[in-house]
């Protein structure tokens, strides 16, 4: 049936290399109800003809250029083509387990609209994967595992970007790729969060991740750190911050520091503080650093936290449990 169809959003650039596996992996779906619209976003090797290939032989393909520049106007096209009551994202880089479309859509008509079908994902690189890559596919697993992505959305982002599945009717209210707003992926992640969609629990791996070095997220300017932290601070502002409470940041490493000025330009008031005692009594950017017990003279605070010490952070949340302070409502992780 047309209302059963999977719309699969696939922009492509200078993937020639690696874009057939993830064709073959798409066209070997147990799930068969699909359209794979796929847009190059200007590629200048031979990625074009190699998909051009798959086209001719398989209608469900559709291949088209994109008339805009970047990875958002890519998605924004391949949308505007997708007839799909299902959308889903994949990268030409990557590779699906045959089951996964299956899976992703079983589990999305299961639990219905307002919904947000994910799975576990699993990074791979025939000279290994860092201990980075490793640590962030064990986080984001785990939080997938239980359905309880968001409750850590200001650490990173919580969902994969090849790896979900809404109603096409969700993702339009969520604002699909309007924002101009990198990383496209995280920021998406945010609106899902700010529109209430719920994320369903997931034990397998549906998604099979390919990291090399010159992959996009490695290298693009708009992967860099402060983007991340940009997203964070204004989606936090829109979303959790409560105005009528004092607003307290923890850290003055190159996070703490971004934020601070960023807070600063928006002209907001906000209390420093700070676990060095070398720094505390100093000030930066002409505010005082504040130690950890300042916090109890404010009245019923807000606070981000960007120390990146897995000890600290412990030694933290500890402290926040004995003032009865709750993550999520009163404190944030931002690292």
């Given amino acids: 049936m047309q209302n059963d169809l999977i719309s699969i959003l696939t922009p492509f650039k200078n993937t020639a290399n690696y874009i057939p596996e993830c064709i073959e992996s798409i066209l070997k779906q ?15 090797d031979n990625s074009y003809e190699v998909v051009q290939a798959y086209a001719k032989l398989d209608n469900r393909i559709k291949l088209f250029k994109s008339d ?21 994202r994949m990268d030409s880089d990557d590779i699906m387990p045959n089951y ?47 359905g309880n992505n968001f409750s850590e959305i200001y650490k990173e982002c ?29 920021d998406l ?10 994320c369903i629990p997931c034990d397998t791996i549906l998604h099979h991740w390919r990291d090399y070095g010159s992959r996009t997220s490695r290298t693009h300017k708009h992967y860099a750190q402060n983007y991340f ?9 829109e979303i959790d911050y409560d105005n009528k409470r004092p607003l307290a940041i923890w850290g003055a490493g190159f996070k703490g520091k971004h934020i601070a000025k960023s807070l600063i330009n928006k002209n907001m008031p906000f209390f420093w503080i700070c676990n060095n005692p070398n ?10 650093m504040l130690p950890f017990e300042y916090l109890k003279q404010l009245d019923n605070p807000q606070s981000i936290i960007t120390v990146a010490n897995t000890k600290q952070q412990t030694i933290i949340k ?17 690292c």
């Fill in 158 to 186: 919580v969902i994969p970007s090849p790896c979900w599945m809404v109603y096409k009717t969700d993702l339009l209210h969520c604002e699909a790729f309007n924002p101009n707003r990198y990383p496209e992926d995280y």
């Fill in 229 to 237: 932290l940009d997203i964070k601070l204004n989606y936090f502002l």
């Fill in 100 to 146: 996964k479309l299956e899976k992703l859509r079983e589990n999305l008509v299961k639990y219905g609209k307002h919904h947000v079908a994910i799975g576990l994902v699993r990074y791979f690189n025939k000279t290994g994967i860092s201990n980075g890559y490793l640590k962030y596919e064990k986080w984001l697993n785990k939080l997938s595992m239980k």
């Fill in 68 to 88: 805009g520049i970047g990875i958002i106007e890519a998605l924004r096209f391949a949308l505007s083509k997708a007839n799909g009551e299902f959308i889903t």
């Fill in 189 to 198: 992640t945010f609106r899902f969060y700010k529109y209430g969609l719920t």
């Fill in 318 to 334: 500890n402290y926040f449990n004995d003032l009865k302070m709750t993550a999520m409502h009163d404190y944030f992780f931002f």
């Fill in 279 to 288: 720094k505390i009594n100093k000030k930066v950017y002409q505010q005082p």
């Fill in 30 to 44: 147990t799930y068969t109800n699909w359209e794979l619209i796929i847009v190059d976003d200007g590629s200048t």
